[in-house]
């Protein structure tokens, strides 16, 4: 079964995204990797808006591997651990000019207080670095209109439980569009 998402951005509906690697930046390789296969979703009812979040641990393992993806067509981020869905929520994404890359990467470094050194000391509370040149998943103010410098932007508390669950090397998958169900490889 396929969960379609939907957010206010325009009052429109957007499918559930899809995690398959694809775009056109140079992200870091991540090696070794089995497929990883969705086995269950969040059972989440109606629309999901800017700065809605869901985390529910309580159908996954309490161990396994954690993968993240990102659909920046959607404006979604998931975490699945063990193939479960354990949270979801709206996410900010770049601009034209700032935009986010496309493709796999680990998760390099986890810092926990991290500001901006490019812009202005922004706060950036519970970093996943992706990338050597400044693109992490990282708590933030997650509203309509709103837009990041190429970053991830999660709600503060969605972000601390993303980065509770997540360790150095566990993979993030940003995509642009696609729909997946349970039963579907995601890597």
Not at 29 to 58: M, Q, T
Not at 85 to 108: D, K, M, N, S
């Amino acid at each position: 079964m396929i969960r379609i998402v939907a957010f206010l951005l325009a009052l429109s509906t957007v499918p559930f995204p899809a995690f398959a690697q694809s775009g056109s930046a140079s992200p870091a390789p991540v090696a070794g990797k089995s497929p990883f296969v969705i086995k269950s979703i969040l059972p989440i009812e109606g629309a999901i808006r800017y700065g809605d979040w869901f985390w529910d641990e309580s159908a996954a393992p309490s161990s396994g591997a954690l993968v993240i993806t990102v659909d920046l067509e959607a404006r979604v981020i998931s975490a699945f651990r063990d193939g479960h869905e354990i949270g979801t929520a709206v996410v900010l994404v770049g601009t034209q000019e700032h935009p986010t890359p496309l493709g796999t990467f680990p998760v390099l470094t986890k810092e926990r207080n991290n500001v901006s050194e490019k812009y202005n000391y922004a706060p950036m509370p519970f970093t996943l670095r992706l990338t050597w040149d400044g693109i992490a998943i990282h708590g933030s103010p997650v509203m309509n209109g709103y837009a990041s410098h190429g970053c991830i932007g999660v709600p503060d508390d969605f972000a601390a439980k993303l980065f509770a669950a997540t360790k150095r090397g566990d993979t993030v998958i940003i995509t642009r569009g696609r729909m997946v169900g349970v039963g579907d490889k995601i890597l």
